[in-house]
């Protein structure tokens, strides 16, 4: 079951859910929907999903998020295309000298999860998610040559994805609240295309702030800065 709260903190939202649902805080998982830092202008908001478990294991809704998080427990593999892909990235896990449990943790349409559960998970991620995001690209084409380049494959471990939107939804707040005091427009580190929407996506909606992708090729940077300055 599904359900979603709303705080001026991520901590005060989990505190109403707590109350009202009648549960313990690790008795359910947390996806964070939105979040509005505290401003001058603004007050501070944070709406989350709360994702209880059911008895029986289901496939999460569809919520337009590109690593929902997982429903409790594994998904058996349906069908001969999420077997071959689950092989597929165990395969080359072994062939980089590692071992992994792989197993599919959510699908939705047109979109399948990955989870990798290993004793060398940090490796496997390598520095910032670099290597993650290798292993998923070797996926998304594997996945074309079985003639589905109409799925999206997402990999993740240890839910470094999940914490990797939090810290770049936080870096994108801070940075703008240094571009307002400063006046003068901060260039991130090169990020991949997906990075980069979320840095896009958080900033959409402040009125004085603006960003945009400078450089070439896969890796660019996001610049932001103050609106028609």
Do not use: C, W
């Not at 705080?7 to 313990?24: C, R, S």
């Not at 429903?71 to 689950?86: D, S």
């Not at 000298?97 to 999860?113: C, H, L, N, Q």
């Not at 079985?146 to 994805?161: F, K, P, Q, S």
């Amino acid at each position: 079951m599904t359900y979603e709260f709303e705080g001026k903190t991520e901590k005060d939202a989990i505190e109403k859910a707590v109350e009202e649902l009648k549960l313990n805080a690790d008795q359910f998982d947390v996806e964070i929907l939105e979040t509005q830092k505290k401003t001058l202008f603004k007050s501070g908001h944070v709406k989350i999903r709360v994702i209880v478990e059911d008895e029986a294991p289901a496939a999460p809704e569809s919520t337009g998020n590109a690593h929902a998080r997982k429903p409790a427990g594994n998904l058996i593999p349906q069908g001969e295309f999420e077997q071959k892909l689950v092989d597929f990235v165990r395969s080359v896990i072994e062939k980089m000298g590692y071992t992994a449990s792989v197993d599919v943790f959510f699908r939705e349409e047109k979109k399948i999860g990955i989870r990798l559960d290993s004793e060398s998970s940090s490796i496997l991620i390598g520095r910032k998610g670099k290597n993650l995001d290798a292993l998923q690209l070797l996926a998304n084409v594997y996945a074309g040559h079985l003639g589905r380049e109409d799925v999206r494959v997402i990999l993740d471990t240890e839910n470094y994805r999940v914490r990797r939107e939090e810290n770049l939804v936080h870096l994108a707040y801070t940075t703008a609240d240094k571009v307002r005091s400063t006046r003068l427009s901060v260039l991130l580190e090169p990020m991949n295309p997906y990075d980069r929407r979320i840095i896009h996506t958080t900033l959409n909606d402040i009125s004085d702030i603006e960003t945009k992708s400078e450089g070439e090729g896969l890796f660019k940077q996001v610049r932001i800065m103050l609106k028609n300055f």
